[in-house]
């Protein structure tokens, strides 16, 4: 593709160690059936093959383009790094571990191309599991590094990870509150220069809903009724909440209650009234974190004196 071509969409794809699942990733951003785009790969200063790869696919279409970090920025600055550079109308991330259907990019650029008050569009979202070696199958052999770890698990049910959003602002809030539990909307098509008006470059526990706040400002979010985005579920665990604390917060008492900064950000930017209205969300929201600190507390106290 001529560099000097505008393309309608840019996709960010930040990576660090991602040697397993990369080439998936990038194999199906490679065949989509929506061709206007340029792909920017940022890699964090990885430290296993992921830059390889990276040159490999760079040689092979003119579409793509590296960054390479001289030393790991953290993965907010990461995702930002990719959507500074953007030069479409539209942008979407994609994580080095997940990968889409091949209508991905022409399903949610023509929300977007006929919706102006939609800002972010996304499909259902299918996700897959770290499977046992013994139950990894053919379907895998063209990844061999990521079948030694995981394969798509086809058991799993399809998930509604956006519930669209739409209405006055003070409404909008309340929708989007109550259905916070998956972070599979941030991998959605937007708006670019909305997005970057939105995007918040203070790091924090929850700084996705901040952002999404900022975005509902602009208008509303969309889902696609057709599986699009295929996510490798991490799973959720309590694990760490401290050391997330202590990096994220710099708020007193923000390692015993992780959503603190969150919580100043609301009140800072949405305003008391709306925090009020939704106090119920966020009290549970709170209690919740308090209760993930506690019990990430007891398995540190047991991990220190009790020893498999």
Same mark, same amino acid.
């Given at each position: 593709?001529?560099?000097?071509?505008?393309?309608?969409?840019?996709?960010?794809?930040?990576?660090?160690?991602?040697?397993?699942?990369?080439?998936?990733?990038?194999?199906?951003?490679?065949?989509?059936?929506?061709?206007?785009?340029?792909? +920017?790969?940022?890699?964090?200063?990885?430290?296993?093959?992921?830059?390889?790869?990276?040159? !490999?696919?760079?040689?092979?279409?003119?579409?793509?383009?590296?960054?390479?970090?001289?030393?790991?920025?953290?993965?907010?600055?990461?995702?930002? $790094?990719?959507?500074? !550079?953007?030069?479409?109308?539209?942008?979407?991330?994609?994580?080095?571990?997940?990968?889409?259907?091949?209508?991905?990019?022409?399903?949610?650029?023509?929300?977007?191309?006929?919706?102006?008050?939609?800002?972010?569009?996304?499909?259902?979202?299918?996700?897959?599991?770290?499977?046992?070696?013994?139950?990894?199958?053919?379907?895998?052999?063209?990844?061999?590094?990521?079948?030694?770890?995981?394969?798509?698990?086809?058991? *799993?049910?399809? +998930? $509604?990870?956006?519930?669209?959003?739409?209405?006055?602002?003070?409404?909008? +809030?309340?929708?989007?509150? !109550?259905?916070?539990?998956?972070?599979?909307?941030?991998? /959605?098509?937007?708006?670019?220069?909305?997005?970057?008006?939105?995007?918040?470059? *203070?790091?924090?526990?929850?700084?996705?809903?901040?952002?999404?706040?900022?975005?509902?400002?602009?208008?509303?979010?969309?889902?696609?009724? !057709?599986?699009?985005?295929?996510?490798?579920?991490?799973?959720?665990?309590?694990?760490?909440?401290?050391?997330?604390?202590?990096?994220?917060?710099?708020?007193?008492?923000?390692?015993?209650?992780?959503?603190?900064?969150?919580?100043?950000?609301?009140?800072?930017?949405?305003?008391?009234?709306?925090?009020?209205?939704?106090?119920?969300?966020?009290?549970?929201? *709170?209690?919740? /974190?308090?209760?993930?600190?506690? +019990?990430?507390?007891?398995?540190?106290?047991?991990?220190?004196?009790?020893?498999?």
């Amino acid at each position: 593709m001529d560099k000097t071509h505008i393309p309608k969409v840019t996709i960010g794809l930040p990576v660090y160690n991602g040697e397993l699942s990369l080439s998936q990733s990038i194999d199906s951003v490679l065949k989509q059936s929506f061709t206007d785009f340029e792909l +920017i790969i940022s890699d964090n200063a990885s430290t296993d093959s992921t830059l390889k790869i990276c040159e !490999k696919y760079l040689n092979k279409d003119s579409r793509i383009t590296l960054v390479k970090q001289n030393k790991n920025i953290g993965p907010l600055w990461n995702f930002y $790094s990719v959507l500074e !550079k953007a030069r479409g109308d539209y942008f979407v991330w994609l994580a080095d571990d997940d990968y889409w259907h091949p209508d991905f990019l022409l399903e949610n650029v023509n929300v977007l191309d006929n919706h102006k008050n939609i800002v972010c569009s996304i499909g259902k979202v299918e996700t897959f599991d770290k499977l046992p070696k013994n139950e990894i199958k053919e379907e895998s052999v063209k990844y061999p590094k990521l079948a030694e770890n995981y394969v798509m698990n086809r058991r *799993n049910q399809m +998930i $509604s990870v956006t519930f669209p959003v739409s209405g006055s602002y003070s409404k909008k +809030i309340r929708q989007f509150l !109550k259905n916070t539990g998956s972070n599979s909307r941030f991998y /959605g098509l937007y708006r670019k220069e909305i997005l970057q008006k939105c995007f918040i470059k *203070n790091d924090f526990i929850a700084v996705v809903n901040a952002i999404f706040l900022n975005l509902l400002k602009y208008g509303d979010l969309y889902e696609v009724d !057709k599986i699009l985005l295929y996510r490798f579920n991490q799973g959720s665990s309590t694990t760490g909440i401290i050391n997330q604390s202590r990096l994220y917060n710099k708020i007193p008492l923000g390692t015993i209650f992780p959503y603190i900064s969150f919580n100043s950000w609301c009140l800072k930017n949405i305003g008391l009234k709306n925090v009020l209205r939704n106090l119920d969300i966020f009290a549970r929201m *709170n209690v919740g /974190g308090f209760l993930f600190f506690g +019990i990430d507390l007891i398995l540190k106290i047991r991990n220190r004196f009790y020893k498999y």
